[in-house]
Each structure stands twice: as C-alpha cells, then as structure tokens.
T-cell receptor, first 114, second 112 residues
C-alpha cells in the first residue's frame, strides 16, 4: 500500500525519558513534516524537511530533534520528555515543487508522558 | 497569526441533511485546503481551492472561497453517518504547502 506510516501508534513513557518516533513514506514525495496535535485538536507544524534538508523549524524546544536519513524517512527524537509533550504527533509528506500539492498524513503516534 | 478559524466548533445533524462549515483566515493565500480527520486517524485531503477560484465541487462536497472576506465554506450534501469526523481548513499564507496552517476544526456528527 502507498502510504505514510509511522511507528509506534501509542507511546507511554515517564518524564525525563528519551523516545523516538519513526516515519516512512513510499509515495515518492520529497518533503516530510512533523505536526503536533494537542488535546483540543489544534494541529501545529513542528518541522519540515525537503530532500533531507531542514526547511522549517517552528520554535520547537531543542529537546526535539528530527532526523532524515533519506527523503523517504523522517524520524523524531525527543529528549527529557515533559508532561506537556503529551499529544498526538503526525508525520506527513508532499511534493514541494508540485503546485498545490496536498499533504498526506500518517495515522499518528499518541504520546502520553506520565 | 494566519491561523484559520472554523465555525461552528461542533455540528450535529441527521443523515440526509446538509452540513455547512465555515473557515476564516487572516493573511493572503495561494490556496485553501479542506481536510477530514476520522477519530484516531490522520488527516485526509478532501479538496483544494485556488485563490482565483470562487467555487469548487467534488462529489457531495462544495467549497466556496471569498478572498475579499478571507473566508471559505465547506458544504456536504446528503450527509451520511460515515461523514462523522472533524473537518479542518488549511491555508498556505501565500507560500507553498510546506507551511500549511490548520484551523481548529469543526467536529461533525451525523446521526443515523
């Protein structure tokens, strides 16, 4: 299936721990994103990568570090997790040079920090 | 902030009725997009309307755009229980899709 897939779907961890979320897309897109959706469903962009190069970093704490080993993968590592990091994290992809290219989203990773 | 604002926040209708959701935004745009999010799932792109378009149709969906008022509406005709979801508008702020800004969404419930 062509899709954006992210793992794990659920992640429960304690404050202070370090965790990673992985994302892969097989749509041939060149741009990938991480979005954070809070408990009120507000969706906010965190990072965007184009061909492995960071193009958007939206004032996200340094504890969040994205890594893109190739244009089909964009992982998110979070250090020293805090209660406020609890949210659903969505990976997405698109074609940057195609006008009006819509975003394709993964099904999200629900992170719960206790 | 360029963030879109959907209205209403929640909408409950009966199957067969039409559902209208509105979106207002603050900056100039190249295009405006609507997405649907089913519970526990990612967002799915529904329809895109360019800034030089006023109306667009796709199946039971009808989107209008009024750039003078910086607003858009999404109409779902003959709604079905399967249309139950949250609906979000997203604007590009005059740039590309790499910086889409989403509104807070309208939660639509279609009762069978």
């Amino acid at each position: 299936d062509t899709a954006v897939s992210q793992t794990p779907k659920y992640l429960v961890t304690q404050m202070g721990n370090d965790k990673s979320i992985k994302c892969e897309q097989n749509l041939g897109h060149d741009t990938m994103y991480w979005y954070k959706q809070d408990s009120k469903k507000f969706l906010k962009i965190m990072f965007s990568y184009n061909n492995k190069e960071l193009i958007i970093n939206e004032t996200v704490p340094n504890r969040f570090s994205p890594k893109s080993p190739d244009k089909a993968h964009l992982n998110l590592h979070i250090n020293s997790l805090e209660l406020g990091d609890s949210a659903v994290y969505f990976c997405a992809s698109s074609l940057r040079d195609r006008e009006n290219s819509p975003l394709h989203f993964g099904n999200g990773t629900r992170l719960t920090v206790t | 902030s360029q963030q879109g604002e959907e209205d209403p926040q929640a909408l409950s209708i009966q199957e067969g009725e039409n559902a209208t959701m509105n979106c207002s935004y603050k900056t100039s745009i190249n295009n405006l997009q609507w997405y649907r999010q089913n519970s526990g799932r990612g967002l799915v792109h529904l329809i895109l309307i360019r800034s030089n378009e006023r109306e667009k149709h796709s199946g039971r969906l009808r989107v209008t755009l009024d750039t003078s008022k910086k607003s858009s509406s999404l109409l779902i005709t003959a709604s079905r229980a399967a249309d139950t979801a949250s609906y979000f508008c997203a604007t590009d702020g005059g740039g590309g899709s790499e910086k889409l800004v989403f509104g807070k969404g309208t939660k639509l419930t279609v009762n069978p």
